[in-house]
């Protein structure tokens, strides 16, 4: 079988993931890094022992051997990139959030209908957790009745300090929200995924809990310590926090909340899914394991176990009972799905795909700015009016 070449730009925190889950999969082969920092993607490319090391994007996707391109970039710089990559007739794999804007998610969709054959994926890779799927499968069958309610979180609290700083503050390589844009766009496609139902008006509070921040004169790397002693005060624009009401479009109703400055809560999330017959439960970090819950009977902690789980989400869990699965295989499940669809010849748009779309993308744009609009008028917002 011959292998898919792959390429990734960025190698930053996320890139070093992405790099590491592809050598975890057999059927791909990592052919080259590229980094405007070229020292740090030089050290990266050795270390991991990536044959080819480009000093710019244009250089890495002229690369005539590389099928797949991962854009690892930061938030501004997905749209030029990733245009790119569709234009020289390779398909892609992105980082979300898709864009700054849904102005510019909504431009990714036009270039893509001129190349039907580039299957585009996106990293919202929680949904792709074993048990996730296998509720969401249950959940589509019936097992816990007509979902009334969905409610949880995602908290952090990386961002806890005035001395904590990373360029996701700073609305030029951002855009217009940081927290929701960033961790609450995985919870909202958590909702949906499970539910099977979209989301279609929202009612939020946004809050910035420290309106100014102490830039450090280095740069840190995501989730890293920052030790630098030497800083300029900058003016916050981007929320720490926000709560939000949420209308579904199979009559469901929603609230979760999302925080960058939650002590103690490294990557906390946890979703419930209430229907009229039972409840589903589940928390990322205690990810192999699923609550479910019942009015008549004794509640239910369920453990994931391959030979029980349902026929579509057995694809997608690795380990015998009781041999943990987590964020990485997750991961593994993403790209997995995404390269198998690259490698049985669907198309996009016309054959289902558990990983994430750039249409999805787009969607999950346009609820983070119905958040932030909410949030500053005070009112309920639907998806109509952004």
């Known amino acids: 079988m011959n292998k898919i070449k792959v390429g990734i ?58 099928q ?104 030029e390589y951002t855009g217009v929200s940081r927290c929701v844009g960033d961790i609450g766009s995985h919870w909202m496609d958590l909702a949906q995924i499970m539910t099977g139902a979209k989301i279609v008006e929202v009612c939020a509070n946004t809050v910035i809990a420290l309106p100014v921040r102490k830039k450090p004169t280095t740069q840190v790397e995501t989730f890293a310590v920052n030790t630098n002693q030497d800083y300029e005060e900058v003016k916050v624009e981007t929320e720490d926090y926000a709560g939000v009401l949420l209308k579904f479009d199979n009559g469901a109703s929603g609230i979760f909340q999302c925080s960058e400055i939650s002590a103690g809560r490294k990557c906390f999330i946890d979703i ?68 198998g669809f690259i490698m049985e010849g669907k198309k996009m748009g016309k054959d289902p795909c558990d990983f994430a779309t750039f249409k999805e993308g787009h969607y999950l744009m346009r609820l983070t700015e119905a958040i932030i609009k909410s949030g500053k008028e005070r009112r309920w917002i639907s998806l109509d009016e952004v």
């Open 272 to 339: 419930e899914i209430d229907g009229s017959a039972a409840s589903f439960q589940w928390n990322q970090q205690i990810s192999d394991q699923m609550w479910k819950g019942h009015r008549d009977r004794n509640n239910e902690q369920i453990m994931r176990n391959p030979n029980i789980m349902t026929a579509q989400a057995k694809k997608y869990t690795h380990l015998a009972a009781g041999h943990p699965e987590g964020w990485n295989d997750a991961f593994k499940n993403n790209l997995d799905a995404y390269y």
């Open 68 to 171: 797949v391109v991962h854009n690892c970039t930061p938030t501004n710089l997905h749209l030029e990139i990733n245009e790119k990559i569709i234009r020289a007739g390779k398909h892609v794999f992105s980082e979300k959030p898709l864009g700054k804007t849904s102005a510019e998610s909504a431009k990714m969709l036009e270039i893509l209908k001129d190349y039907p054959d580039t299957v585009a994926g996106l990293n919202f890779c929680y949904r792709m957790n074993g048990l996730i799927q296998d509720a969401k499968n249950r959940i589509a069958a019936g097992e816990i009745g007509q979902p009334y309610l969905v409610h949880g979180s995602y908290l952090q609290d990386w961002l806890l300090y005035e001395t904590d700083y990373n360029w996701r503050i700073e609305p």
């Open 9 to 66: 730009i960025g190698t930053g925190y996320i890139g070093d993931s992405h790099i590491e889950t592809i050598r975890r999969l057999g059927k791909l082969e990592l052919t080259a890094v590229a980094d405007v920092h070229y020292d740090l993607a030089k050290t990266k490319a050795e270390f991991f022992g990536v044959e080819k090391c480009y000093k710019s994007v244009d250089e890495l996707i002229a690369d005539k051997d590389i």
